[in-house]
T-cell receptor
Framework: DQQVKQNSPSLSVQEGRISILNCDYT??????FLWYKKYPAEGPTFLIS?????DKNEDGRFTVFLNKSAKHLSLHIVPSQPGDSAVYFC?????????????FGRGTQLTVWP | NAGVMQNPRHLVRRRGQEARLRCSPM?????VYWYRQLPEEGLKFMVY????????ESGMPKERFSAEFPKEGPSILRIQQVVRGDSAAYFC???????????FGDGTRLSIL
């Protein structure tokens, strides 16, 4: 049962434009959300997180938006750079009952072209 | 390098052999997590450990798989009598606390012949 879903397997964006990666979840108990970036043959790298008490968190070029009523979050990257080309994973946890366990989506391959 | 260290990076085993995967957490981190990634899929949680304790092993297969995080030394994920279906990338992550972001190692790619 996939509780975190990334419905777009790939996204292609021109350098300098905005990249928007989307993520949906089904478990209303999730209260903490994270985005990771992954290059081939490497482990996921933590990018940014957001708690369910917020609806936006920003860190440099990365902004995460959370819409709890829609059970939807998105990661905005602006401006996009070729080095951002990677697989992006959305993850969620229910810190109240499952402590540190993270539930991951299947990832979205972002390609940023010059 | 103060990151999460996993070894070996690649491990080849024949069916029926044992596989041991090691993970040293980031300095200052006492929480360790193991995840498995099959091709074209996301990471799936296996087990969460603190020093000498298993906190949550609900993602571990009931047989052949075990994990430990001893007082001294790295965390070990052990797979006995490996089968072809165990072929995957196994990632370890660590954090300062259960409510803190998890930081991942580069994984061990396990191949079963």
């Amino acid at each position: 049962d996939q509780q975190v879903k990334q419905n777009s397997p790939s996204l292609s964006v021109q350098e300098g434009r905005i990249s928007i990666l989307n993520c949906d979840y089904t478990n209303s108990m999730f209260d903490y959300f994270l985005w990771y970036k992954k290059y081939p043959a490497e482990g996921p790298t933590f990018l940014i997180s957001i708690s369910s008490i917020k609806d936006k968190n920003e860190d440099g070029r990365f902004t995460v938006f959370l819409n709890k009523s829609a059970k939807h979050l998105s990661l905005h990257i602006v401006p996009s750079q070729p080095g951002d080309s990677a697989v992006y994973f959305c993850a969620a946890s229910d810190r109240g009952s499952t402590l540190g366990r993270l539930y991951f989506g299947r990832g979205t391959q972002l390609t940023v072209w010059p | 390098n103060a990151g999460v260290m996993q070894n070996p990076r690649h491990l080849v085993r024949r069916r029926g052999q044992e596989a041991r995967l090691r993970c040293s957490p980031m300095k200052g981190h006492s929480h360790v997590y193991w995840y498995r990634q099959l091709p074209e899929e996301g990471l799936k949680f296996m087990v969460y450990l603190q020093k000498e304790n298993i906190i949550d092993e609900s993602g571990m297969p009931k047989e052949r798989f075990s994990a430990e995080f001893p007082k001294e030394g790295p965390s070990i994920l052990r797979i006995q009598q490996v089968v072809r279906g165990d072929s995957a990338a196994y990632f370890c992550a660590s954090s300062k606390g259960s409510n803190q972001p998890q930081h991942f190692g580069d994984g061990t790619r396990l191949s079963i012949l």
